[in-house]
């Protein structure tokens, strides 16, 4: 506690969560607090990351009484979500921004998995990131395409950002393929704008070819396609409006 250096800040969190007995544990909290209180940003990120990651009521409890704040507005965001404090998240200008902002830099299944449960408000648009988080799957990209005409504007916006940095940080392609479907299944121009500024298509032959006929990409299209055969295919496999 005299010297409140990272590593004896670090003994201190988890002596919160592994003090073998209860009065070590209150103590260890205790010492955590009061180090948070006066500004120290490592018992801050300490009591946060026990609130947060370790879902500890009695970290949670401290943050509150004490008034203590957060490291930055992503881990507020957060912390908002994990006390159930929703009017006040949903009072945040672009708290589900920040969620996502804090989710992709402190992967943590266990809160992933606890989230969903905390935001029954109305965020189904951070349900279906999540599941993405989770498990990176074309049915979990699928589950956010088809909830993407129905969400707002700035909601869709997130979205194509969080599929722009799911291709630019692993280059996954089923990112790629939801960022094409966008455009090919709603029109969606930035979408469009978005996949010819990264250079991307479908990466399932007749959806490519259908994307380049769409995005009037004329050269690929004939390169790829130049009988036609695999835009007849999408077109038979296609519902009406998009044929």
Same mark, same amino acid.
């Given at each position: 506690? +005299?010297?409140?250096?990272?590593?004896?800040?670090?003994?201190?969190?988890?002596?919160?969560?592994?003090?073998?007995?209860?009065?070590?544990r209150?103590? =260890? +909290?205790?010492?955590?607090?009061?180090?948070?209180?006066?500004?120290?940003?490592?018992?801050?990120?300490?009591?946060?990351?026990? @609130?947060?990651?370790?879902d500890?009521?009695? @970290?949670?409890?401290?943050?509150?009484?004490?008034?203590?704040?957060?490291?930055?507005?992503?881990?507020?965001?957060?912390f908002?979500?994990?006390?159930?404090?929703?009017?006040?998240?949903?009072q945040?200008?672009?708290?589900?921004?920040?969620?996502?902002?804090?989710?992709?830099?402190?992967?943590?299944?266990?809160?992933?998995?606890?989230?969903p449960?905390?935001?029954?408000?109305?965020q189904?648009?951070?349900?279906?990131?999540?599941?993405?988080?989770?498990?990176?799957?074309?049915?979990?990209?699928?589950?956010?395409?088809?909830?993407?005409?129905?969400?707002?504007?700035?909601?869709?916006?997130l979205? +194509?950002?969080?599929?722009?940095?799911?291709?630019?940080?692993?280059?996954?392609?089923?990112?790629?393929?939801?960022?094409?479907?966008?455009?090919?299944?709603?029109?969606?121009?930035? @979408?469009?704008?978005? =996949?010819?500024?990264?250079?991307?298509?479908?990466?399932?032959?007749?959806?490519?070819?259908?994307?380049?006929?769409?995005?009037?990409?004329?050269?690929?299209?004939?390169n790829?396609?130049?009988?036609?055969?695999?835009?007849?295919?999408?077109?038979?496999?296609?519902? @009406?409006?998009?044929?």
């Amino acid at each position: 506690f +005299l010297k409140p250096e990272p590593d004896n800040v670090q003994i201190m969190a988890e002596c919160v969560i592994r003090g073998f007995h209860q009065a070590v544990r209150e103590v =260890a +909290l205790e010492l955590l607090t009061r180090l948070a209180v006066t500004g120290n940003p490592f018992a801050i990120l300490a009591i946060y990351h026990l @609130a947060i990651h370790d879902d500890s009521m009695e @970290a949670q409890e401290k943050i509150l009484s004490m008034d203590i704040p957060a490291s930055d507005p992503s881990q507020h965001a957060v912390f908002l979500l994990c006390t159930g404090q929703f009017s006040i998240f949903q009072q945040i200008s672009g708290g589900k921004s920040l969620v996502l902002k804090y989710l992709q830099n402190h992967p943590d299944n266990q809160l992933l998995e606890r989230i969903p449960a905390m935001h029954r408000h109305g965020q189904d648009f951070l349900e279906s990131i999540i599941g993405i988080l989770q498990y990176p799957t074309r049915e979990a990209f699928q589950s956010l395409l088809e909830l993407y005409s129905r969400l707002s504007p700035m909601d869709q916006t997130l979205s +194509l950002d969080f599929l722009q940095e799911q291709v630019l940080q692993s280059g996954s392609q089923p990112a790629m393929d939801a960022i094409c479907e966008l455009f090919i299944l709603y029109e969606d121009h930035a @979408a469009l704008t978005m =996949a010819v500024s990264l250079d991307i298509s479908p990466g399932e032959p007749t959806r490519k070819a259908l994307y380049y006929f769409l995005s009037q990409q004329w050269e690929k299209y004939e390169n790829l396609d130049f009988s036609h055969r695999l835009l007849h295919t999408a077109f038979e496999a296609s519902p @009406a409006p998009l044929r």
